[in-house]
Structure formats: C-alpha cells, structure tokens
C-alpha cells in the first residue's frame, strides 16, 4: 500500500497492490518478526515533475532466497494516483533516480554473485 498526502499531511490517494502481499508475523515487545518469509512490496521511489515513480517487487523473500532473484517494476504514477506507464526489470532494484526527461533510470542492483552493481535502464 502506498499513500499519497497533500502539503499539510491529509491523505489525497491510497494505491494498493497490485498484490496482495499478506505478512504473517507475530510483535514482541515492539519488535516485528516475520514467520519464514518477508513481504517485498513498494521498495523505493523517486520524484518527476508531474510523477511519482515506484519500485515494486510484489513477493516475499524467504529464508534461502536472494534479492538478486526477484524481478521489479517500475509504475509511473501521475499526482492524481492514476497510472500513467508501468516499465519491467529482470533485476532488483533496491533503488531508484530518474533522469530530467524521464527516460532512464539508474538504479542499485545485484549481480548474480550477490555484489552490488548500479544499472542504467531505458523507458522503452
């Protein structure tokens, strides 16, 4: 779920999934811990002049499993919370700039031996 709020904090926009990402977890003296696996949803952002754009992932990471193995999304999402383009990776990203125009993105990654690389992709 990601929340849009206006300059004096009242929310204008809720924008939920596109997955239903369900956590088991129990709380313990306000410590969070997740049962087996972790939910992996809306992980980075940034901002464009008439945009927002989001990282999602949308799965959980479990115990034995790597970053390097889920593939991302990258949704642009005009101020009105309406979907304007959506964009796929074969990577992770853990983060996310966009250039001036809105055509590439740099973003951090992993390679396949888990060592962290940036990445320059392309909206097309």
Aim: glycine share 10%.
């Amino acid at each position: 779920q990601f929340a849009l709020y206006d300059g004096s904090l009242n929310p204008q926009r809720r924008i939920d999934g596109p997955d239903c990402l369900r956590p088991s977890f129990r709380v313990s003296d306000g410590v969070v811990t997740f049962d087996k696996q972790i939910p992996y949803g809306y992980r980075s952002y940034a901002l464009g002049t008439d945009c927002i754009y989001l990282v999602y992932i949308g799965s959980f990471l479990s115990e034995d499993g790597n970053l390097q193995d889920f593939d991302s999304y990258i949704f642009q999402i005009g101020w009105d919370g309406r979907l304007v383009k959506s964009f796929h990776s074969e990577h992770y990203l853990g983060s996310l700039s966009v250039s001036s125009d809105g055509e590439t993105f740099f973003c951090r990654s992993f390679d396949s031996d888990g060592s962290i690389i940036l990445l320059k992709l392309t909206a097309d």
